[in-house]
């Protein structure tokens, strides 16, 4: 079904009428595929359909001028772009639309994402890479609006990096940085902030970019005038156009019908992305959309007649039929038998795609109605069991759902049984979910020999006269070490580059690897996430650096939404293994307080989340990471770049394990479980607790998410009976999810003499000054009276009241 890329002019016209029919089919198999996809949903056998008709013949223009090792980061309207580049058969359309969870049936995500969100495989099941220059690549579609953006920018920037910078081994990746991103968005999606702050970003980066949008002037049911100044988005980019003196971005307009002039503009783009490394965009008008938004709903509640004749007058498919037919290519007959044959064929492939699909569910059916008449007839509740196994026995068509909870209310009436029958029932209903719950709970983080959590540690060693420096040091020796021995690493962020970042961590580094390599953005956290995820899906390793953590706000969704479902959406078929490098903890005022921990973890889930309690120990954390494919977040504490701390003799070859935590204080009454600067703080405070006698135990989680491994906390707490958690997030936010993980993981309540307590700041933001922290943040004194009164409780005779 795939159309030849990159046609040129000076073809005859028998391969030029071959390959005009041949991009008719591909448009008029979409087509068909949207209306019988409306049909699936409508009927049940499908949850829900968003399709690409009315944005066909646009989409095999983009297909042409695509060549491999080119990036796609688009939208769910992009059907007929990847059947056109081969990537996706009518089979796996409708597989995807059943949310079939097998990947080699529905290679787009294996039924964890909805249909209409396309991807490529970038890598082989052991996690190693594809050689993405031999392939078409499409980074996995999200469905937040214009979440596609940020990613797209960081595609096209890996071009740049691969044909400017020196050393890099660039098998596997880039020929020469010759490679586009293309990127596609609807026409009201462009108001969203992402879309204006990537397009800003590619005319500053002067990257290889081609975006095209896709305007049928509505977004669901609102019309362009309440979505875009003048109605018009390239009107308004007009600022960002290139000239003779000043860079910028070209801007193209074409009617999204037109099939020639498609053609040529998107040749056209595709030279300049490709040749001058210029990003492109290319507005294309007149679209349409037959069936409406999506299977929510119709979309004559919205458009008016008017609107509606114009609409199927200039349906794209029908402009092209009229072209092919005005340009002597065929007559009118000849394409009714296509279509003709595409309508049957169409409906065979989704017919064999829902068999597929159902096979093995009514397998386990089979199965299960077998064991249930064996568990009827042994049962005192025979009569209900067999109510319940006919009931399941008269669904044609059953789900995985369907089929559990019958067999689980089942289990509910053998309660009183022991028989082997049960035990059959029981044990069948176990091997079923250890089947089934991978298949939409696996892939969350690497599962091959490159998973973060298995590279091992490697402990600082020091020399007897080791030279006492400022963290920063610690920190920008490792970078330099790391720039050094891992050519495809890199990091940019505000102030990063030229000063070396706000607290000279990477001091000297831009000098000595380029503005490439060590670089400065402007300001737009959420582009710069970007940037590293889409860096990352094509082989660099880099490091994008948020200057506060309280501003990684700004890129959290594309980091929830993107970044941390990456591997899982995928089901480990594309990987973005992006460091991210921050730094808060124990800052001060509102918007730099750099504690709001419990949000990011709850939000980041398939990322790691690290909080080093020094420079030392952030230095091997990034050593680790580099090693391995899982992305993460490392808060450094703010307060220690300026902190001493003793000069490892092996600085580049330490690492510090993930999910490990770190007992710095061995003692007998109570465990106390903290981490980042906090630490600090419960480290001072617990001298002074001994002085009267109260010997604490710390642990430092230092690695948040994955989260202690090795379960040491409740080792720790079986011995000392007792837990206080120390965190300055608010009640209820990261202190919260430490203590799910020792009550509800580590079973510690086994073991607790005391009730388990948390010891927060308070639920406002911390206010600004000293005595905005002391009244914020949990102090010394705080931490000391904590744990006195738990000891007080304990034994009042030794401990008194305190106050
Ligand atoms: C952040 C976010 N907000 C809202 C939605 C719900 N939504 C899905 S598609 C859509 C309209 C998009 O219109 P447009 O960008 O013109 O693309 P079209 O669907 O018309 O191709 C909306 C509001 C969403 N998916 N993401």
């Known amino acids: 079904m795939q159309t030849i890329p990159d046609l040129k002019n000076n073809i005859s016209f028998e391969d030029f009428k071959t390959e005009v029919l041949n991009d008719y089919k591909i448009a008029i198999t979409s087509r068909e595929c949207s209306l019988l996809g409306r049909r699936e949903v409508l009927t049940g056998k499908a949850k829900f359909g968003i399709f690409g008709d009315g944005k066909e013949v646009p989409q095999l223009a983009m297909a042409k001028a695509f060549l491999k090792g080119d990036w796609r980061s688009g939208y769910y309207r992009d059907q007929t772009f990847m059947m056109a580049i081969g990537a996706l058969t009518i089979e796996q359309f409708f597989a995807g639309l059943y949310a079939n969870t097998n990947l080699e049936l529905e290679p787009m995500s294996a039924g964890r994402q909805m249909g209409g969100h396309f991807v490529t495989h970038s890598l082989n099941d052991n996690g190693s890479w594809k050689d993405l220059t031999k392939q078409y690549n499409s980074s996995a579609d999200i469905s937040p609006t214009a979440g596609q953006m940020p990613r797209l920018l ?312 080791a030279q006492v420096v400022d963290g920063r040091i610690i920190l920008r020796d490792n970078f330099d070490a790391i720039f050094q ?70 890129a959290i969704q594309i980091i929830s939404d993107d970044l941390a479902t990456t591997h899982y959406r995928t089901k480990g078929k594309q990987k973005a293994p992006l460091i991210i490098r921050t730094r808060g903890h124990r800052l001060e005022g509102i918007w730099h307080s750099g504690s709001q921990m419990g949000g990011i973890l709850n939000l980041v889930r398939g990322i790691h989340v690290l909080v080093p309690r020094n420079m030392t120990k952030a230095a091997g954390f990034y050593n680790t990471l580099l090693q391995g494919d899982d992305p993460a977040i490392v808060v450094e504490c703010l307060n220690g770049y300026r902190l001493k701390e003793k000069l490892p003799n092996n600085l580049t070859d330490i690492k510090t394990p993930i999910g490990v935590v770190e007992t710095v204080k061995e003692g007998t009454d109570i465990t106390l479980v903290s981490y980042g600067s906090t630490l600090r703080i419960v480290e001072e405070t617990a001298k002074d607790l001994l002085s009267i006698g109260i010997d604490v135990e710390i642990i430092d989680v230092q690695s948040l998410l994955p989260f202690d491994l090795k379960h040491d906390i409740v080792k720790s707490i079986a011995k000392t009976n007792r837990v206080m958690i120390i965190d300055e997030d608010v009640p209820g936010g990261a202190s919260a999810y430490i203590l799910n993980e020792i009550l509800n993981t580590q079973k510690a309540f086994k073991y607790l003499d005391s009730e388990p307590k948390t010891l927060t700041a308070k639920a406002h933001r911390p206010a600004y000054g000293n005595d905005g922290d002391y009244f914020s943040k949990p102090s010394a004194e705080d931490i000391f009276e904590a744990v006195y009164e738990v000891m007080h409780e304990l034994n009042p005779a030794d401990f008194p009241k305190l106050r």
């Open 154 to 465: 960081g595609l096209a920037q890996a071009s740049k990096i691969y044909r400017q910078v020196d050393g890099i081994n660039t098998n596997n990746f880039s020929n020469k940085g010759n490679e586009v991103a293309w990127g596609t968005i609807g026409n009201a999606s462009t108001s969203e902030g992402l879309f204006f702050e990537t397009i800003n970003a590619a005319g500053v980066l002067q990257v290889p970019m081609v975006i095209s949008i896709w305007d049928d002037e509505y977004g669901i049911s609102v019309h362009a005038k309440h979505q875009t100044t003048k109605e018009n988005i390239s009107e308004v980019l007009k600022g960002f156009q290139r000239n003779n003196e000043q860079k910028g971005l070209e801007i193209l307009r074409v009617k999204g019908w037109d099939y020639p002039n498609l053609i040529e503009t998107y040749q056209e783009a595709s030279t300049i992305a490709r040749e001058e490394h210029v990003p492109v965009l290319i507005h294309v008008l007149e679209l349409t959309q037959p069936q409406g938004h999506s299977t929510s709903g119709s979309h004559e509640r919205y458009k008016n007649a008017e609107r509606l004749d114009w609409e199927s007058k200039n349906d794209c498919n029908a402009k092209m039929r009229q072209w092919i037919i005005e340009s002597g290519i065929v007559t009118n007959e000849a394409l009714i038998e296509i279509e003709r044959a595409i309508k049957r064929d169409v409906r065979e492939a989704k017919k064999n795609a829902w068999t597929t699909f159902l096979k093995p569910i009514q397998k386990e059916q089979q199965e299960l109605l077998s064991i249930l008449t064996q568990v009827a007839s042994s049962s005192v509740n025979g009569v209900f069991i067999k109510k319940l196994k006919n009931s399941l026995a008269t669904i044609d068509e059953p789900t995985r759902k369907d089929i559990l909870s019958t067999a689980r209310k089942v289990l509910r009436y053998t309660i009183g049984d022991i028989s082997s029958e049960k035990k059959l029932l029981s044990n069948w209903v176990d091997a079923l979910f250890e089947k089934a719950q991978p298949k939409f709970s696996s892939h969350l983080y690497s599962e091959t020999n490159r998973s973060n959590i298995l590279i091992k540690e490697v402990k600082p060693s020091y020399d007897d006269d």
């Open 485 to 554: 021995n891992h050519p495809e690493s890199l990091v940019f962020g505000e102030d990063t580059g030229n000063i070396g970042d706000v607290n000279q961590g990477l001091e000297g580094l831009q000098e000595k690897y380029g503005e490439l390599r060590v670089a400065d953005v402007g300001i737009r956290e959420a582009t710069i996430i970007g940037q590293g995820i889409g860096m990352a899906l094509r082989g660099l390793r880099p490091i994008a650096e948020i200057q506060y953590l309280d501003y990684i706000l700004y």
